[in-house]
């Protein structure tokens, strides 16, 4: 029957211990260093207040009317309609 073996009437082997240590070690190494490097290369986004507040129409792109409203971009359903 499977999984009835008491831990007691299991035999001792060093080397299979030896070897799931090393494994263990590798791989909470991996682990910590792959977590360092996520938290290194956390995107941080700017504060609003860091944001200029000029509308983005400003910048010349061509989206302005005469009157200074805004137009959808020239690939929008509401362009259309």
Not at 26 to 48: A, D, I, M, Y
Not at 63 to 79: A, F
């Amino acid at each position: 029957m499977r999984g009835k073996t008491l831990e007691d009437q299991l035999l001792f082997d060093s080397e299979i211990e030896r070897t799931t240590r090393k494994n263990n070690s590798k791989n909470r190494k991996k682990k910590q260093l792959k977590q360092q490097q996520q938290e290194g290369t956390s995107v941080s986004f700017p504060s609003p207040s860091l944001i200029p507040e000029e509308p983005m129409a400003a910048q010349g792109d061509g989206t302005t009317t005469n009157d200074g409203s805004v137009l959808p971009c020239h690939n929008s359903p509401r362009r259309l309609a």
